[in-house]
């Protein structure tokens, strides 16, 4: 992996994905692209393209005008905006997929597109997920995903394209906004914490779901990329996870370093039921046998890190 192209660039994890690269593999090796040009860092600190990702020819055009050597496919909807807008989220998130593996095959990349804990559905075992076990969502982002594992390894065993995902669980930071996901509640507590002292869950309590501080996300994409190929065997895609947690446990951890913070529920029944169809717990072991995973940010951590960098960012 030396030079890459990152569709999505300007999501939650393309934000942070594509500063940690420029400063491991050079600025000019890190070609963000987006559909909309939003003036950030990710923009302004090396190579950014316009791209709908739904336009293949463009996207083929962009990857041989860099000559990059792997292709990182972030462009999704999420799962709340895919719920409410299902068609549109087949088309794009399946549509940019196949586009993306195409160019993959055809110019010889490197792949990755992230799977999800979306992936799994209410008749998968909810606690110490298997890695290989029922993949049956009844969400179309779930669809969506299931279909991107199959697919991705189907480019791989019948084209060798080097596929390799991960499934991840609700990723956590500070430096985007919350956008259309149901485990989004756990990034706005931390900015409601810091912004109003109190924070009102469309998740209910004692909802537990697997979640990951971004760090340790980005970090995950990397050492996957850079894995022996010879040594994956689950390549599309890897249980991750670094913790499993509630909203209230979310809540008492913030107590921690905000005593007054309060919390109180307004439950949407549409994220919530999503919430509910997805695992507790999922188990991480292939990831870690197969390339090493290992997550650093446990809740504490994670917590007392948000909360000093959102302070940064929203008061200062
Ligand atoms: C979502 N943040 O909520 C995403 C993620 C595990 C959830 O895929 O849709």
Redesign the pocket.
């Known amino acids: 992996m030396k030079k890459v192209l990152v569709t999505g660039a300007l999501g ?1 994890i393309g934000s942070e994905l594509v500063m940690e690269m420029r400063g491991i593999y050079g600025e000019e090796n890190i070609i963000a692209t987006d559909i909309r040009d939003n003036g950030s860092k990710v923009v302004t600190s090396g190579p950014f393209e316009l791209l709908d990702v739904t336009d293949g020819e463009r996207m083929h055009d962009l990857a041989k005008k860099h000559q990059v050597d792997t292709i990182i496919h972030l462009a999704a909807l ?3 905006t ?1 719920e409410q807008k299902p068609l549109l989220a087949w088309n794009l998130n399946m549509g940019g997929l196949v586009n993306a593996l195409e160019i993959a095959r055809q110019l010889n990349l490197q792949f990755f597109t ?1 799977s ?3 992936a799994f559905g209410p008749s998968t075992p909810k606690d110490q997920t298997p890695q290989d076990t029922i993949q049956r969502p009844t969400t179309m ?1 779930g669809v969506n ?1 299931v279909s991107g594992e199959l697919l991705s390894d189907y480019y791989f065993h019948k084209f060798n394209v080097d596929t390799r995902g991960l499934r ?4 956590i930071s500070y430096e985007t906004l919350p956008g ?5 509640y756990a990034v706005d507590i931390y900015y409601q914490a810091v912004m109003k002292g109190h924070y009102e869950s469309f998740i209910d309590r004692g909802t537990f ?2 979640m990951m501080y971004m760090p340790d996300a980005v970090k995950s994409i990397i050492d996957l990329m850079e894995a022996d190929s010879s040594k994956l065997i689950h390549r599309n895609a890897f249980n991750v996870s670094a913790m499993s947690v509630s909203p209230e446990m979310i809540g008492q951890s913030i107590q921690r370093f905000i005593p007054d913070f309060t919390l109180r529920y307004k439950v949407d029944p549409v994220r919530q039921q999503i919430a509910e169809s ?1 695992p507790n717990a999922i188990d991480a072991s292939a990831a870690k046998q197969e390339w090493g995973f290992r997550a650093k940010y446990d809740l504490e951590a994670m917590t007392e890190d948000m909360l000093q960098k959102l302070k940064v960012k929203l008061i200062s």
């Open positions: 939650q999420l799962s709340a895919a992230p999800s804990i979306g982002y995903k991840f669980p609700g990723l259309g996901g149901t485990t989004d779901m697997d997805w």
